[in-house]
């Protein structure tokens, strides 16, 4: 059990990291955080259709996967005393 837990963590932590750098580089719907780097300069060139698809699913599916190593280690937690 120690050896799961250790391996959920270290994925929490690196989808994590990938889920907030994912999620800065979707296009800006008008200012915040994406014009501050530069995602204003951006509109002109802009993303083709497919590419901010394929963004998107990408972010969502590493969402459930962070989502599902946070339960996983809350029920390893909670079921650890037993």
Request: glycine content about 14%; proline content about 1%; aromatic content about 8%.
């Amino acid at each position: 059990m120690p050896i799961l837990e250790f391996v959920l963590q270290v994925l929490l932590g690196i989808t994590s990291l990938l889920l907030t750098l994912l999620i800065l580089l979707h296009k800006g719907r008008g200012g915040g955080l994406s014009d501050m780097f530069g995602g204003g300069m951006t509109s002109a060139l802009g993303s083709s259709g497919l590419a901010e698809r394929n963004l998107n699913r990408f972010t969502i599916v590493l969402a459930l996967a962070w989502f599902v190593s946070i339960v996983a280690l809350g029920l390893i937690t909670k079921f650890q005393g037993i």
